[in-house]
T-cell receptor, first 112, second 114 residues
Framework: SQKIEQNSEALNIQEGKTATLTCNYT??????LQWYRQDPGRGPVFLLL?????KEKRKERLKVTFDTTLKQSLFHITASQPADSATYLC???????????FGKGTTLSVSS | DAGVIQSPRHEVTEMGQEVTLRCKPI?????LFWYRQTMMRGLELLIY????????DSGMPEDRFSAKMPNASFSTLKIQPSEPRDSAVYFC????????????FGPGTRLLVL
């Protein structure tokens, strides 16, 4: 069956460091992959989308890589700030490319 | 734009009661999605609509759950009868593009079934 795993439930880093979050999947060939941010008590907010034929995408301090051979995506936040503290969700398109399947998320805590 | 609107924001009910959750998608969005989020299972897709037509309801847990979209600006998710294991946060999301890309989520409805 299809499976999406985010490497850890929680990640603690110091301000200014680079946070790296991992998303692995099995039994799956998504057309694209997305990363969302979720703050407590709120709905997820879209951050970045990367397609299967793209290796890397950047947006300000965010960078996403997508390795379809390893079936893995890495999400990086450079120069992290306490305001980056949140839960980050990886989401893959279904086979038809019409819906998303979400990982359980990694909760990032950035301490000052 | 007000974004995706959900109501109520919180719902506490007793087992066996009917629960109706409501969603107003962003105007012009063709796709609407209903999700359920729990600590154990994360964010699960229940059902989604394209142009008011249900496309995939394979995530609906059982017959107690039903969803409708009578027009482009309104959708409901109904649970009848509700059970304690239905307690979760229910999110509605909409998308302007070919389904699934860049979804915009509502604030969610936190449901507690006693």
């Amino acid at each position: 069956s299809q499976k999406i795993e985010q490497n850890s439930e929680a990640l603690n880093i110091q301000e200014g460091k680079t946070a790296t979050l991992t998303c692995n999947y099995t039994n799956y060939s998504p057309a694209y992959l997305q990363w969302y941010r979720q703050d407590p008590g709120r709905g997820p907010v879209f951050l970045l989308l990367i397609r299967e034929n793209e290796k890397e995408k950047r947006k300000e301090r965010l960078k996403v890589t997508f390795d379809t051979t390893l079936k893995q995506s890495l999400f990086h936040i450079t120069a992290s700030q306490p305001a980056d503290s949140a839960t980050y969700l990886c989401a893959l398109s279904n086979q038809a490319g019409t819906a998303l399947i979400f990982g359980k998320g990694t909760t990032l805590s950035v301490s000052s | 734009d007000a974004g995706v609107i959900q109501s109520p924001r919180h719902e506490v009910t007793e087992m066996g009661q009917e629960v109706t959750l409501r969603c107003k998608p962003i105007s012009g969005h063709d796709y609407l999605f209903w999700y359920r989020q729990t600590m154990m299972r994360g964010l699960e897709l229940l059902i989604y609509f394209n142009n008011n037509v249900p496309i995939d309801d394979s995530g609906m847990p059982e017959d107690r759950f039903s969803a409708k979209m009578p027009n482009a600006s309104f959708s409901t998710l109904k649970i009848q009868p509700s059970e304690p294991r239905d307690s979760a946060v229910y999110f509605c999301a909409s998308s302007p593009l070919r389904g699934g890309e860049t979804q915009y989520f509502g604030p969610g409805t936190r449901l507690l079934v006693l």
